[in-house]
């Protein structure tokens, strides 16, 4: 009888464990940014919550925060058009992002019309992330400009092996 309440306590601490995890969208809520800008769009600010550099790729990814009161529409890219207003700078070089063999670009994908513009509900939050080809290792940081607002500068970047 000792056995098994040894393993019912067992499991049960197991369940619990479980429970008080952060899970991966617990743990981007936590996520404290490199870098952050307010935008264009009323109460959207822009966190820059992860840009590694690996294997000649930095991938980047932006927390979208709605400090406001009210839903709030972020237009990234409009039907028809392409990423290109997503892009870095370091040093006096301009990096787009990377594309695949279809040229698309790698990044949070548009729908089915080319549109990326996603309605961020008050206090809530919404991530973008892209992949763009590493500047050289001796640059530490960039700036980052997306559609919606002014750039944000100064983002470091975190090297990887």
Known sequence: MQRHSMQLLAAAFLAAAALF???????????????SRELDVEGIVAEVIESVRKDGVLTVR???RNTGAKAQKVMLVRGGESYAAA???????KYTLAKDSSQRAIATPTDGGGWLEPSIKPKGNWSWWGKFA????DVKS?????????PIDDVPIVDKK
């Open 87 to 93: 892009y870095l700078t370091a040093g006096n070089t």
């Open 142 to 150: 960039y700036t980052l400009y997306l559609k919606v607002g002014p």
């Open 62 to 64: 932006v927390r979208f």
């Open 21 to 35: 995890t952060p899970t991966p969208a617990a743990a981007q809520e936590a996520a404290k940014p490199l870098a």
């Open 134 to 137: 590493a500047p050289p290792a």
